[in-house]
């Protein structure tokens, strides 16, 4: 009896003398950064809303864009938040600031911890997990993949798809109209065309009921199954230093249902990307001609991979396990996006009637040059349609898929700005970003400027581009791959797809309103703020990602 009580008082001991040094170690983590960030108190924004949670609540939730338009307005292109525990973290939409970050210093200024450790985790080596010299070497091997070369040869699988579509959809408003989910099509498109494209693999979504191979539904799974673990995932890094089998090994022990869904989840991703690459190789391996075809004409993205792998000495070689992440990732970061931003270019379309038939007369004018009527476009015909054009840069600048990004300081930075910056201690013609800091990339914000843009930049008008654009738009040097737009954001962690993504948009578009005519539901369609962001009904019970949009054949 007795020993079992000195036992339990040793125990009781211990565990209060961890207590002790745990928040010891917490409180000099806080007052340490608390010097470290003193720098940025001096910066403007809003208050603190909670010390938990500092303005997370306001920034990320379904309305948030308007909470965000209201940040750009009362304080302009650099703008003090707080996040967790008091952290003070920066929103920048300043151009000259971006420029600095996200192309002249990628390495002092990248993705954070958290986002590198969870996608090694869940996929290895790719894009998302890698950093330097390694990522720029991943970038170099797969850039090829979206040369003009290769897009112009993807064209006609591209076309096939969007027949498959437009002939689903015949079937659905075979009576002559009616409303359909156009965010699902959207999305099922945008699936299909990455899965065409990237791994010459179909799941199988396009068919007239909708439903996708086991693939195809588990890829679906992926999204919601990592965003019900957000919170969890941005503290992730402090326990990714574990060695990663004790990693695993805790994913599927540890009692959290959530997380043992996205092992299970990710687990099969890889195992049927494992079962596409396997079944490529034996076909070529056989001789099959149609995949010669593909690999040597640079018909899918992994045909360009296999094709650049068998060129490379051993060295040089990718290893298949990064073959399969790549390609994993690549449609994750394509059908998303993709779909996000046609569905947006419907709903516009279905809104405005008069661009939408403006738009139709376009494409039935650039028919009607073809020589032979069934003939579809060519690749520069579609690329030079000029409202076409518009339509997307327009929406591409107003609605960007992602609003928001993430970087993280890895050292003291002095960053140039465009103008100065008032602040409580005066104007500064330049911006110290304490090491550790995180730096939203405004994406939106820097799109939306009315200083670069106009009084009317918050109006969505094609027209725009097809005048000439104002001189501040040039004079502004926003950082970016396409258009004078920060959609894509610029420097070494650019978006790679961006050229397959338009393309994309493109043939969609053109075979969508050469067929249907869009019109706009009784129901009233409400954009959800978010990684990326998804139309839902207003005032439903449903709050499922969703666009009703009325089509009728024509
Ligand atoms: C309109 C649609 C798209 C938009 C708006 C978009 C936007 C972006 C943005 C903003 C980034 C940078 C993210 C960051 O580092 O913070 C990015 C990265 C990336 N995108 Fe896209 N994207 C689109 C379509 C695509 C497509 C179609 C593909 C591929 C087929 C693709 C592949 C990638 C990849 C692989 C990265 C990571 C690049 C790297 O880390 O080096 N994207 N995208």
Redesign the pocket.
Known sequence: MVGTSSTLSVLLKILQLGLISLIFVVSSVLVYRRIKQAPLRKLYGPSNSSFFSGNYLQMFNPAAAKYHEYLLKAYGRVIKINGFFGDQQLIISDPKALTSILVHNLDAFE?PEWFLESNRQIWGTC??STTGSE?RR??KQ?IPV?STSNLRALLPLLYDITHQLRDVLQGEVSDGKREVDALAWAGRL?LE??AQ??LGYTFDSLNPHGAANEFGKTIKEFNPALSSLAFWRMHFHWISKLPPRLLRLGATVFPMARLRNLRRITTSILGHATEVLDEKKALLVKGDETLIDQVSEGKT?IGVLMRQNDDEGDGNRIPEEEIIA?MS???F???D??S???ARIFHLLAEHQDIQEKLRKEISQAYESCEDPNEELGYHQLLDLPLLEAICCET?RLY???EL???QCRSDMTVPLSRPLDTARGAVSSLFIPHGTTVF?N?AGINKDPDIWGADAMDWKPERWLARLPETVAEARIPSVYGNL????AG???????N???L??KVALVQLVKHFRLSPSKQEVFWRFGGISVPSVKGSSDTRPRLPIVMERI
């Open positions: 993705v894009f998302c990522h991943q970038r797969i979206f945008a065309f990455v494209g990237a993205f790549q990732v690549l449609i970061a394509s059908a996006t993709t996000s931003m046609l591409l960007p898929a992602g990004t993430i970087r990339i994406i920060a959609t894509f954001i070494g962690r650019a978006c790679i797809g961006f397959f993504a338009l994309e948009m």
